[in-house]
């Protein structure tokens, strides 16, 4: 069974960086369309960024240009590089792959 496990979370700055993973134990990657979600409290699950089987990627319009989702294959990884984060970039992130969850990371930007 195909697990994802997420990491890079933490609490930073407003204007910092952060560069999140997510992690299969399997070959899945190179075979699925991949993409980051998150939630804030309170709020639904919102899509953040994907990434086709070909590397072709796009964004939410809220991280446009801040934000960079990226693949290593063979590292069996994808990443999603945040950078000038804001306080309403804060939630958990998800990683999402043919309707395969992982369990999240919390993500604060804070002073």
């Known amino acids: 069974q195909v697990q994802l496990v997420e990491s890079g979370g933490g609490l930073v700055q407003p204007g910092g960086s952060l560069r999140l993973s997510c992690t299969s134990s399997?070959?899945?990657?190179?075979?699925?369309?991949m993409a980051w979600y998150r939630q804030a409290p309170g709020k639904p699950r919102e899509w953040v960024a994907g990434i086709s089987i070909a590397g072709s990627t796009n964004y939410a319009d809220s991280v446009k240009g801040r934000f960079t989702i990226s693949r290593d294959n063979a590292k069996n990884t994808i990443f999603l590089q945040m950078n000038s984060l804001k306080p309403e970039d804060t939630g958990v992130y998800y990683c999402e792959g043919s309707s395969v969850w992982g369990q999240g990371t919390q993500v604060t930007v804070s002073s």
């Open positions: 399997v070959r899945f990657f190179t075979m699925n369309a």
